[in-house]
């Protein structure tokens, strides 16, 4: 972990009490105690993941810049976890996911504080410079893990996600290709069904993202499991046991502070009574 005085510049230069990003850090922090209460009130296996992970191990809360917070589950639990949610979560927190929600188009699930809002500057659809602002819920991001290989992920995702883009509206490249994703959709969920009872059969270790989220790093079972618990923003949470192995398969030299610019474009946080 960094030493004191480091983390107290970082703080001051990002991430300072009051400030519309630490505002919305600790505004996601309610969610992932809200999540921890429910997970933890009926026995489903998590642990923070990516960002927030390596938050905790170098940090002890956020990194500074950061405005996300991930964590993970084993796919095979997520429908018993999606039951636990849409009957324990309180006021103003959801859960949602594609087949709930049928403006969400990402393959995995997300809780969202309902009364929490962020606006912030994000990529115009279709172009590579433009921005334009958007409003939505702070949420919490929820990845279901799967036994397989990245290269495999990156390979089917290009049969599978294209189907899905095409089959959801979110790229419209003409009727004819429209209508050759949807009617290839199910053969391509058919295939990543079969992907995963191979990933399970010859790759018990290795865990992936699941398939059609676009992200295509490797985790190993034997640096999860068994969990431990880790320090974050004064509170304990699930982590891999060996998350010092885990982080470094993820990012590298993972102890050390990379170079930063401002990464995040929130412009304002806005509160509601809902």
Sequence with gaps: MID???????RAAFNPEGSALRRMQLSLLDILIEFDRICKANNITY?????TLLGAARHGEFIPWDDDLDV??????HRKMKKA??????????????????????????????RISVSRFVPKPDTKDEKMLRTE???????????????TSRTLDKFYGRCFRRRYKLINDGKIKHLIGVCLFPLAQLTIA???????????????????????????????????????EGHMFP???KYQDYLKRLYGNWEDLPEVKESHCIQEITETDK
């Design 47 to 51: 642990w923070i993941d990516s960002g």
């Design 239 to 241: 982590a891999p046991g």
């Design 72 to 77: 993970c589950i084993l796919k095979k639990d």
């Design 85 to 114: 949610l849409k009957k324990d979560l309180k006021a103003p927190f959801s859960f949602i996911d594609s087949n709930s929600w049928t403006g969400y188009t990402r393959r995995w699930g997300r809780v969202l504080n309902n």
């Design 194 to 232: 079969l992907a995963r009872v191979w990933g399970r059969i010859f790759h018990p270790n290795n865990l992936i993202h699941d398939f059609g989220t676009g992200f295509y790093t490797q985790r190993n079972m034997d640096e999860t499991f068994p969990l431990g618990q880790i320090s974050f």
């Design 4 to 10: 004191n005085k480091t983390q107290q510049e970082l």
């Design 137 to 151: 819920n702070i949420w919490l991001d929820i990845f279901y893990e799967v036994n397989g290989l990245p290269s």
